[in-house]
C-alpha cells in the first residue's frame, strides 16, 4: 500500500490530486502519515477536496483514521495515519 507523507506545508489541492491518482494507480487504497496538527489540518483538507473530485466519477471516499509509531531523527514519534479508500 502506498503512503503518502503530509507536511504542514502541503498544498491540500496538490495533496488531492496525488491522492485520487495514487488511489486509481494502487488500486483504491493509499495511506497519509502526518506529524503535528498542521500536517493533519492539511491532510484533513486535501481529503476533502480530493472527495470532491471523486463525486464527478460516481465515487466517494472511506477514511479510517489511526496512530502509528514511527522514527524521527533517531526518536520515536506518534503520527496520525489516515487509510483512504475508493467507494
Known amino acids: ?7 504542514s506545508k502541503t498544498d491540500p489541492k496538490k495533496l488531492a490530486v ?3 491518482e495514487s488511489l486509481k494507480e494502487s488500486g483504491g487504497e493509499v495511506t497519509l502519515q502526518a506529524v503535528g496538527a498542521g500536517a493533519v489540518n492539511q ?8 472527495r470532491g473530485l471523486a463525486a464527478p466519477e ?3 471516499l472511506k477514511t479510517v483514521p489511526g496512530f502509528a509509531e514511527t522514527e524521527l531523527d533517531g526518536r520515536q514519534i506518534t503520527a ?3 487509510r ?3 467507494r
Open 43 to 50: 491532510a484533513v483538507k486535501g481529503i476533502i477536496i480530493a
Open 80 to 82: 496520525v495515519r489516515f
Open 1 to 7: 500500500m502506498q503512503t503518502l507523507k503530509v507536511s
Open 18 to 20: 496525488a491522492l485520487c
Open 84 to 86: 483512504v479508500l475508493w
Open 58 to 60: 460516481g465515487a466517494d
